[in-house]
């Protein structure tokens, strides 16, 4: 739906909706909801039980509201270019937008949450996140580790973890492998599999933290063994048994056996192209076994007159309200 929130009549449609919702969300730079009406405030005499939640790039208060922003300015003041890549080359971002979506899930389930106390208490509230909270949040276990130990986390070779090993990518006779024994049952079956046997009684090995003190030769030693197969050998050889990926592009991705028995790619009608099929990546999430089923979202406006025809609003109103730029 499109309403010009700028204009008084557009205001009173606005409120109209308002009136029956649950919820009003905006991803907006942190000065602007308020500016157009958007946050609780301004809307509770017109709903109390409204949810204002609010997507912005720093907040809604403090010295940057007025910034605008957006996801790899946040990866790289939060941190997160420092740990990614290989030592010794530039600073590097994550390859995909994940602070927009992880942002995204945040508001989601706060919006959520909101509604149903709103809903229970009669008051609704504002809600909001930020593009910046995010993405310092999800420093997580890093950020534990420098509050309280002073440790900075570095780049380390092969997207190696820090502190357990091996997880890690390793060399195939045909490419990569990762390979994540990320718990001490893990590294027995991963030397059985190679076919080595006295590797688990080495002690250089032995627990997490002597393979971390010996991780260089560890890597050297599973290079060795691990390049004597291909990744996909070495796939059907751990069958589940040893925690391990191959590296693929998207279109490896995409065409993966494993997508398709997931059904995790859902085909539409085009709504651009009617004789064609547009086709997206199922939701993740799964009710009763099944991935919501989902339509391409719908062209700019192409609701607004059935939104307000239940508003009550005349085939003429309409017009008017259209020709005036009102929507």
Request: glycine share 8%.
């Amino acid at each position: 739906m499109t309403i010009d929130l700028q204009k008084d009549e557009g205001q009173q449609l606005f409120h109209g909706l308002v009136k029956t919702a649950d919820a009003v969300s905006n991803n907006l730079r942190g000065d602007v909801p308020e500016k157009l009406g958007l946050d609780y405030n301004s809307l509770k005499s017109v709903n109390p039980k409204i949810v204002c939640a609010h997507l912005t790039a720093y907040g809604r208060t403090g010295s940057r509201s007025n910034w605008p922003g957006f996801d790899y300015l946040m990866q790289a003041e939060a941190g997160w270019f420092s740990v990614t890549g290989e030592p010794g080359t530039p600073p590097a971002r994550f390859g995909l937008s994940v602070v927009d979506m992880m942002t995204g899930l945040a508001m989601a389930f706060g919006l959520v949450s909101a509604v149903v106390a709103a809903r229970s208490s009669g008051t609704g509230r504002d809600m909001d996140v930020s593009l910046f909270d995010l993405a310092l949040h999800n420093t997580n276990y890093l950020a534990t580790w420098y509050l309280n130990e002073g440790v900075v986390t570095e780049r380390l070779q092969r997207s190696a973890h820090p502190s357990l090993t091996p997880c890690q990518l390793y060399k195939t006779a045909n490419g990569w492998i990762f390979i994540m024994c990320n718990k001490e049952k893990f590294w027995p079956i991963l030397c059985q599999k190679l076919n080595r046997h006295d590797w688990v009684n080495d002690a250089r090995f032995k627990l997490f933290k002597d393979r971390l003190q010996h991780r260089d030769t560890l890597q050297e030693m599973l290079d060795n063994e691990l390049s004597k197969k291909s990744t996909e050998d070495w796939l059907n050889i751990f069958a589940g048994s040893v925690p391990a990926s191959p590296i693929n592009n998207i279109q490896e991705a995409m065409e993966n056996p494993f997508v398709k028995e997931r059904g995790a790619i859902h085909e539409f009608a085009n709504p651009s192209k009617p004789n064609e099929t547009f086709r997206m990546v199922a939701h993740p999430i799964r009710s009763g076994g099944d991935a919501p089923l989902r339509k391409p979202a719908p062209k700019l406006g192409a609701d607004t007159e059935r939104l307000l025809d239940e508003l009550g609003l005349s085939k003429t109103r309409i017009k008017e309200l259209r020709d005036l730029e009102i929507i």
